[in-house]
């Protein structure tokens, strides 16, 4: 990429961030955007020190640091330890028996005209 263009991205990419801070972020912060800020401002001075503009390069150094300060700590490079969580002992389970101890009389089978077998403890196989 030409020397040119890559400044005019960094720049293009510092006000648009600034603008979307402004418009979106509480208290001029909108979620990482200091190490957004950082990362641009130190890609500025590393573009001016090899341009020869040693005080420009100094300047953005200066204010890269300052984001790189003002970003969140370590809470995001290392997870969360593992702590203990109350919980409620779990319930016995519960045994359920659901056959029927009385035998149904009446089939729905009978208003679709099928013949049905029945046959009872007390009577003989009829058929219904």
């Known amino acids: 990429m030409k ?9 293009i990419d510092i006000f648009s961030v600034k603008l979307l801070v402004a418009l979106c972020g509480r ?4 979620l990482d955007s200091h190490l957004f800020f950082y990362h641009r ?7 001016h020190a090899l341009s020869g503009h040693v005080a ?3 300047k953005f150094d200066a204010i890269a640091e300052a ?4 970003a969140p700590g370590e809470d995001d490079d290392h997870p969360p330890t593992a702590e203990a969580m109350a ?8 045994v359920t028996n659901a056959v029927s101890t009385t035998r149904a009389k009446r089939f729905p089978f009978r208003s679709a005209g ?4 029945v046959r009872t403890p007390n ?3 009829r058929v219904h």
């Open 41 to 47: 401002y130190f890609e500025l001075a590393e573009y």
């Open 67 to 70: 984001h790189f300060q003002a």
């Open 56 to 58: 420009k390069a100094a």
């Open 87 to 94: 919980m409620p002992v779990p319930q016995p389970p519960i």
């Open 27 to 30: 208290d001029g912060v909108l």
């Open 123 to 125: 009577e003989s196989t």
């Open 114 to 117: 099928f013949e049905v077998e």
């Open 3 to 11: 020397p040119h263009f890559a400044h005019a991205r960094l720049l």
